[in-house]
């Protein structure tokens, strides 16, 4: 049910939107050099919000090498207590400009005020304060060697894990803030320096996110941001010579695009793409408990997220009786303006992805699938598409094999586990799944047959700090998160002393 559009943006940004909005390289705001701009537009009505730079190779250049003078001076012999010190002062200053931050992306992203509020705010302080513990826990390892010299000399050696350099954070519009301080955070545990490069539709929160690190005391170019478009801006961060590690999230066909260019530098890479997660219902599992889980797997942040559950797998001879109640349930979903308290769904991102989502349901609906639930896009200057449900569905068909990126669901029944396990596995994705049963049994022989970088059992989409967090197969390379993502922004090296 689509509610309302109509709101005053909150008082709390009349600062921030008032100003020109610029990019950070060193300690300078400067415009591209090339003088272009982009248009930030609010997905909740289609209007104008900001400006922000253009930027393309000559200022990716710049970015760098600011990153570069900062890495090789004063940061690098900033202490790991002091690293620490500096990200708790800055997950601070995020909770104290947390009411900015979340309008922000409310505004600019589309996101619920409240989900914003929790995940844009409230998880990116405590991720930035969980990566602080790591600055003073970074170790090496000793080992006694076998190799002896004739005249008796013996070895010894150690390894240091030493910062991987240089980081291009490459980041997506679905969590726009959160996913930039996924990859800013273990680059400033581990004493890396950054050139972010945020999302062309949501850059804003980067550029506040910029100024609380200046303002948290960090030295000018650990972080520098270039905005702009992906196949600029990121284009040219994927190529640059000076660049050590790409940390990317965002679809599987840039990704790929990034790590062949990467590649040709052997620079690191950690991608994190994209997903189709099942939804694997046992036949004990309480239809109003599977009803609300759905809402939490795909309905959240309108489907826009690359752990969405949107291939749902229910036992044939409960099928009907589980479907209903998902189905009825998403019905009384809201929409409507991300800054009303009454609403569930926002926006999507832009009319593109509106109008792609829609054409998927069209082809959904082309190849035989039956729309039991929504499968419009809203009239009106936002981008507003209906929960949606489809059933009929099977695996040749490209709604069952692509991923979407929107509210749209589709439905299957299985016979017996062993069906069940290679309709689930018939995917080139493998970030996520999910297992629904309260038989502890049934659930561990499927976990290892599941092919997912995480499983939850009984829930969808619960992400930590301290979890790892990939994907198999084209889902991504590397784990984020927790001890793997020190290792990702470190390099190992071994230093072997004769004696
Ligand atoms: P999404 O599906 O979330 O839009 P994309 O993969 O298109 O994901 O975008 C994620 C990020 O990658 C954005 O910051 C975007 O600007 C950037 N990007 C897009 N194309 C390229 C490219 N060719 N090279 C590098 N970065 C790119």
């Known amino acids: 049910m689509f509610v309302s559009t109509e709101f005053v943006p909150p008082q709390v940004l009349d600062s921030f939107l008032a100003r020109a909005h610029r990019m950070l390289i060193a300690d300078q705001w400067v415009d591209a050099a090339s003088g272009a701009e982009i248009d930030v537009v609010d997905p909740s009505t289609g209007g104008f919000i900001a400006k922000v730079p253009a930027g393309d190779e000559l200022d990716v250049d710049l970015a760098v090498s600011a990153a570069r003078i900062a890495l090789e001076g004063r940061w690098g012999s900033v202490l790991p207590h002091q690293r620490a010190q500096l990200m708790h002062r800055l997950a601070d200053l995020i909770e104290e400009r947390g009411e900015e931050i979340a309008a922000l992306e409310a505004l600019e992203q589309g996101k619920l005020l409240d989900v914003a ?135 599987t066909s840039v990704g790929k695009l990034i790590g062949i260019e990467a590649m040709k530098n052997m620079t690191r890479t950690s991608l994190e793409l994209g997903g189709k997660s099942p939804v694997v219902v046992l036949d004990d599992i309480d239809p109003e408990f599977i009803g609300a889980g759905m809402l939490r797997a795909l309905f959240f942040n309108s489907g826009q997220q690359c752990v969405a559950g949107s291939r749902l797998y229910l036992p044939r001879r409960r099928y009907d009786e589980y479907l209903t109640r998902i189905t009825s349930l998403a019905d009384s979903l809201r929409i409507g303006s991300p800054f009303d308290s009454n609403v569930h769904l926002g926006p999507l991102i832009s009319a593109e992805q509106r109008d792609r989502v829609c054409s998927y349901i069209e082809s959904g609906r082309a190849e035989g699938a039956e729309v039991i639930l929504g499968g419009n896009a809203i009239d009106g200057p936002g981008y507003f598409v209906e929960p949606t449900i489809l059933a009929n569905t099977d695996h040749s068909m490209r709604v069952v094999q692509e991923e979407i990126f929107g509210p749209v669901l589709v439905a299957m029944p299985y016979d017996d586990i062993e069906q069940l396990v290679e309709m689930a596995n018939d995917s080139e994705y493998a970030l996520a799944a999910s297992i629904w049963s309260q038989n502890i049994s049934r659930v561990h022989e499927l976990v290892p047959r599941l092919k997912a970088g995480t499983i939850w059992v009984n829930t969808h989409g619960v992400l930590d700090a301290n979890m790892p967090f990939g994907g198999f197969k084209q889902s991504g390379l590397g784990r984020e998160h927790g001890k793997a993502a020190i290792e990702h922004y470190t390099e190992t090296k071994s230093v072997c002393i004769a004696y």
């Not at 005249?151 to 959160?178: K, Q």
């Open 117 to 251: 509020r929790t995940v844009e705010v409230g998880m990116a302080a405590d991720y930035i304060r969980y990566m602080a513990g790591w600055a003073t826990k970074i170790e090496g390892s000793t080992f006694d060697l076998s190799p002896t010299d004739d005249d008796g000399t013996r070895f010894h050696a150690f390894t240091r894990r030493e910062p991987v350099g240089v980081v291009a954070a490459i980041v997506p519009w679905n969590f726009p803030h959160l996913m930039a301080v996924w990859k800013v955070a273990p680059a400033l545990a581990t004493g890396c320096t950054v050139v972010l490069k945020p999302a062309e539709q949501t850059p804003l929160t980067a550029l506040l996110l910029a100024e609380l690190v200046l303002e948290a005391g960090f030295p000018p170019g650990v972080l520098n941001v270039v905005t702009g478009l992906g196949h600029q801006a990121g284009a040219a961060l994927s190529k640059h010579p000076g660049i050590d590690k790409i940390a990317f999230t965002g679809s």
